[in-house]
């Protein structure tokens, strides 16, 4: 345990370091929003709740970890039970990275800051796949939170969720290679599982592997993941596509326009199967279709200037 809160430790020090250096004042002075029942927090994760029952037990503060869980998941109170006004945070050297990153960076849906807040204005816009190029040791501070939890996982369901996360993690970072060998091992435990194929799928489509990524769409399809993903058979229809697998590609879309007549991809994969079959006249009907959903598609538009120049 005790390598995993040396290096946790490190992280934190390090991200402070960087973020809350003293000649940029990135402090909150004496407002307390964050800590108060106001806010959404994400889950506290097996490594920070330990890191943080070991500080607080050393340093003699109460109450437990537990309760300021508590606070996280129920909002079961005001404010969190480590505030306080007097001192402000009182576990600030081991609070966990969520209270750091608070403020700093804006992740996708999170809701604008009070004009009152020392970062409003100055905040970092940060998406899922930015956010692990932006931030500082994330890569590496998700790791150790993944490792730590398979390590302290009690059963094989905790187990089997934390690769999933882990999984999907790193096909978001983009280390398919790692996000390939994980997933493989998860569906040999849990081959019904319908967005494990899914997500291979995807790998495999981004590794130029269509035989592979076809393989694990019509399983994940066959298993029912059209209701998760009502969107697969539009993947589906670009996989046949590459594979020249005209019939199936056609198939695959006229299902996806069924299901999501407003997606815009569908109308695209049609225009692009009529193309390969050099019917442009159906091609540029479909090319319209996708341009009447987003005008601005840069495949859309070339595919239809180039039939037009026909
Ligand atoms: S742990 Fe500290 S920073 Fe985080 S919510 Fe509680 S008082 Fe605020
Ligand atoms: S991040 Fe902004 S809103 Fe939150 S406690 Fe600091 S100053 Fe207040």
Redesign the pocket.
Known sequence: MDKYFKRLEEIYEDFDREYFRKDIDNT?KA????CTSTFRYPDLSALEYDYLKKYVKENNISPSVDNFKNFFQYKDSPYCPYWSKEKGCRVYLARPMFCRM??LFRFEGDSE??KS???YGKRIDVTDESRYKIIKNLPEYMDLIYKYGLLKAENKEEKLEILIKMGKDYITQSRLEEALSILSEVEKIDPHNVSVLFDLAFIYREMNKPEKSKEKLERSIYLGGEEKYPYIHQHYGFVCLTMNCLEEAHKAFMKAIELEPDSMLPYLGMALFFSVREENVKALEYCRKALEINPQDPVALNLAQSILKL
């Open positions: 909150c407002c307390e929003l964050c608070f403020g800051l009070p807040c020392v970062f």
